[in-house]
């Protein structure tokens, strides 16, 4: 379902509310088979402490269409990179080879989680995957900067030095952003071709609402969620001094915290783990991904190296 830019417009103007998105609507904890216009609030406030202005109406019509909603507290949704371990787990230490899952991050900044095994680009360079705001921070950050593992807040140094950043994407303040991303080339030998504690990486694959989804990530290792909505518009803190926009965003449950910025999230299966998303973002209510789509359309196709192109 397409939702007008209007009607997302007027919605995303009321109080309380950080963006939508298109998915199930949920009653209670129950996922039903109706599609609605999915509207994220900060918190959940009783009708009679807003304003008729900000109030949510059961239906909205466009296009001779109705569509039902669903609102959904997400709580404070910001970047997830940790800026110093509250207490030192195996993933926050130094791994040779290094599976995906791990501490992972900029020299210069945090501590964020190495999200792929070895990729190979279009043009044969092999690099890994992660957040650009844990490889290649706004305004902190130039091609071939080190990558460390683990990373800075978890006691990386100049001896832990894993690759070079190639590329990460521009977030901008004020318009829309499609993905917070980075590629970094590596050594291949430095690495596993597998996700810690989830098992042998097989590659992409295209997300569905019916799925469990797995992450395996630095901070909270391997958790599992659903997907409550896609194509999400939504403004996120930690970039700017105002929450920046991104779109086109995939909607999860809760599965993350501080750290687990970069890992990968996707399904198992027989053949191995696919990735679906890019984790960049979260609350203690919810978890935001980049849709893989949307990470190839800024890099170009990546693919597990030695894997059939």
């Not at 810690?196 to 799925?211: C, W, Y």
């Not at 209510?285 to 980049?290: D, K, M, P, W």
Request: overall charge negative; some cysteine.
């Amino acid at each position: 379902m397409d939702i007008p830019e209007s009607v997302r417009d007027d919605i995303e103007s009321r109080a309380n509310v950080v963006g939508t998105a298109v998915g199930p609507k949920r009653v209670g904890d129950r996922k039903t088979d109706e599609e609605a216009l999915i509207v994220l609030v900060s918190r959940k406030l009783p009708e009679a402490q807003l304003s008729e202005r900000d109030r949510i109406p059961e239906e909205i019509e466009f296009d001779d269409t109705t569509c039902k909603t669903d609102v959904q507290e997400v709580g404070d949704v910001r970047t997830q990179a940790a800026t110093e371990p509250e207490e030192r787990y195996d993933r926050e230490r130094r791994w040779r080879p290094a599976p995906a899952g791990v501490s992972f991050g900029h020299v210069e900044t945090t501590a964020g989680t190495l999200g792929s095994p070895p990729l190979e680009t279009e043009d044969g360079t092999t690099v890994v995957l992660t957040n650009a705001h844990v490889a290649a921070p706004i305004g902190a950050a130039e091609p071939g900067d080190d990558v460390l593992q683990p990373g800075p807040a978890d006691g990386g140094t100049d001896e832990d030095v894993v690759g070079s950043l190639v590329e990460g994407s521009e977030i901008v303040a004020g318009e829309p952003n499609t993905t917070d991303s980075a590629i970094v080339a590596v050594d291949p030998d430095d690495f596993e071709d597998s996700v810690l504690g989830v098992g042998p990486f097989a590659g992409f694959t295209e997300p569905s609402t019916d799925a469990t989804f797995t992450k395996s990530g630095r901070t909270t290792g391997v958790t599992t969620g659903d997907l409550r909505g896609r194509d999400a518009r939504i403004r996120v803190r930690g970039y700017h001094e105002e929450p920046t926009l991104f779109t086109g965003v995939d909607v999860f449950g809760p599965m993350s915290a501080a750290g687990d910025s970069g890992s990968l999230i996707g399904v198992e299966g027989e053949d191995g783990f696919r990735a679906t998303d890019l984790l960049f973002a979260g609350s203690d209510r919810t978890t935001l991904a980049i849709p893989m789509d949307a990470v190839e359309a800024e890099h170009g196709e990546l693919a597990p190296v030695g894997a059939d192109n």
